[in-house]
């Protein structure tokens, strides 16, 4: 039986493609995987160079893969592209996977532990919130300055002024099309004495009277 020196393994979510080759370079060995059959399949192979694209759980697969004797091997995918044949399907990734690992001078990604995964993780999730307070501080700040310096608002008093006359004006005196052509306020009373006419207008009324505390008794 011939040894197999080296196998590319194209991983996914469920099927697994493998590609292996002998000490010559000769195809030996080419078949499809489901993911459970993984472990069982390499624990009965001899340990070997195992190659895979360091993509999405390629570091836990590199983990147990190492654990039952193998030598694995992470690339980046960019590395590897450049050694797929024709189209691009599982087989043809694997294959070109394993071409790839023995390449004298190909780059590989150092496997990562557990604990390294898990502190990556929290940087990962620290950075991405840093990012987000980023945009917002940004976006408030700009729209103070809008508001408060440019067009709005001369300063903190004038806004204040100018907010309660715009609620006298969107409450008491502008009509709505939404609540049959009346303001919020005659709307808010005639929902106070039960004489609304529909359900529609009775969810419009309770959004619009929750923003603006035109709610009764409020």
Known sequence: MTMTAAIGLD???QVFQVHGVDKSGREVLRRKLRRSEVPRFFS???PC??????????????????????????MAPQ??????KSQKNDANDAEAICEAVTRPNMRFVPQKTVEQQDLQCLHRVR?????????????????REECLRVSWFTNLFDARRKVAKWKVE???QRPHSSLNYRTPAE???????GKDEGSVHLENAAGVSHILDLRPGV
């Open 127 to 143: 950075s991405r919130l840093v990012a987000s307070r980023t945009q917002l501080i940004n976006q408030v700040r700009g729209l």
């Open 49 to 74: 160079l195992v190659s895979i694209e360091a993509s999405g759980s390629a570091h836990y697969w590199a983990r147990v893969l190492g654990g039952l004797g193998h030598t694995v091997r992470l």
């Open 170 to 172: 969107y409450n008491e």
């Open 11 to 13: 991983i996914a979510q």
């Open 79 to 84: 590395f590897v592209k450049p050694y797929v």
């Open 187 to 193: 709307f808010a009373r005639k929902m106070s004495y």
């Open 44 to 46: 009965e192979q001899p």
